[in-house]
Every structure is written in C-alpha cells, then in structure tokens.
C-alpha cells in the first residue's frame, strides 16, 4: 500500500509555455504533500508543503506565482510551472504523508521537466 | 537497481549518549549519499552529503563518511539532544531522482 504517482513522467514544453505536474496517492488519503526539485545526483529541495483545502507553504526563494500549487482533495496535488524559462527544467518530486504510519512519507516516481 | 538499507527503528537512547544509525547501499557506478531528517508535519530537509568516495559530510554535530569499500555511509553523533528526535532517511542519487532507505525513528530520552 501507500502508493504516490505522478502525472507525467517526463515532459517537453517551450518556453513561454505552462505546464501541470499531477501528484496521486493512490490507496491512502493525504494530509500533507510535499513537492521537490532536484538536480542529477543533487539533494531534493523542497520546494512547498501543502495541506489539502489550504494554501501551500512556499520555501524561502521559491516563486508562488511561478510554481502553483494546488491541493483540491485528499489525494490530488498538482503543481503548475507557469512561464516556463529554460532553468525550470529539473526533475521535480512529490510526496504524501498521510498513511498508516504518521511519520511515513511516500514518494512519488518524479517528472522530468525539459524546457526548450 | 538501486537500493538502499538502513537500520530500522525505533531507536531509543538518552540524551548525550553516542548516536550511530547504519546505512548500506548498492548502485551503480558513483552515486552522490546524503542523509535527510524529517520532523514531525514536516517536509524532508538535507542534514548532510557526501559526493565522492572517501568524503565525509557534516552538519548539526552530525557526520557520515562516503565507504566505497564497505559500501556505507553510517550516520553518527557523539552527544545527542531531546531535540534531535526526528526520522532519518539515507538516500542516494545516480542521477534523476533518489533512492531512499525506509528511514529510522530516533527517540531520545531526556
């Protein structure tokens, strides 16, 4: 149990262009989700915490109006990278917390974000 | 594939007492390590990382030495603190994305 995913797994957009990010938890409901950015072989970042039916957390240095996130229902998280530039690409990263287990935190398999 | 092995908990100890939470890896050529702790409502954040065999990342008190040769990056701390209680993930990074170990809870006692 306790399964993440993410919606899709790897997209190209130009630049200019939004793209939504999907996060799923698929067999448990989700207080909390978490969304990350990283660089190959770099640490995860995060990026935003967000609470079904409230607004999201932003880390320091992270744009609000750039990365909209928002957290509908107990088990849909999505964020949208509007305007997309060229240093968005990355690979983001969700996860849920919400499961069985109270400290438990389950990871979703990621997007790759290629901006052109 | 990737995979990554800590020890699991919960592991209790009193404060000051000496801290060592074990973690191995397997993966394929040379993977960057890190160690993340989480408290409580809280999102993930990095305590420390090593990116090349030999390294030895530092933070907070809390160190880990990169062993390619035992495949290891073992989490220690010479004195810990009430405050210290958290869950501690090891990880590690080939490229896209991490591989994390199921995490350990340490509880400690005043």
């Known amino acids: 149990g306790a399964v993440v995913s993410q919606h899709p797994s790897w997209v190209i957009c130009k630049s200019g262009t939004s793209v939504k990010i999907e996060c799923r938890s698929l067999?448990?409901?989700?207080?909390?989700m978490f969304w990350y950015r990283q660089f190959p072989k770099q640490s995860l970042m995060l990026m935003a915490t967000s609470n079904e039916g409230s607004k999201a957390t932003y880390e320091q240095g992270v744009e609000k109006d750039k990365f909209l996130i928002n957290h509908a229902s107990l088990t849909l998280s999505t964020l949208t990278v509007t305007s997309a530039h060229p240093e968005d690409s990355s690979f983001y990263i969700c996860?849920?917390?919400?499961?069985?287990?109270?400290?438990?935190?389950?990871f979703g398999p990621g997007t790759r974000l290629t901006v052109t | 594939g990737d995979s990554v092995t800590q020890m699991e908990g919960p592991v209790t100890l009193s404060e000051e007492a000496f801290l060592t939470i074990n973690c191995t890896y397997t993966?394929?050529?040379?993977?960057?390590l890190f160690w993340y702790v989480q408290y409580p409502g809280e999102g993930l954040q990095l305590l420390l990382k090593?990116?090349?065999?030999?390294d030895k990342g530092s933070n907070k008190g809390f160190e880990a030495t990169y062993r390619k040769e035992t495949t290891s990056f073992h989490l220690e701390k010479g004195s810990v603190q009430v405050s210290d209680s958290a869950v501690y993930f090891c990880a590690l990074s080939g490229g896209d994305g991490l591989t994390f170990g199921k995490g350990t809870h340490l509880i400690i006692q005043p």
């Open positions: 090593a990116t090349k065999a030999d």
């Open positions: 996860s849920a917390t919400g499961g069985s287990i109270p400290y438990e935190q389950y």
């Open positions: 993966a394929t050529g040379y993977p960057s």
């Open positions: 067999d448990f409901q989700a207080t909390t």
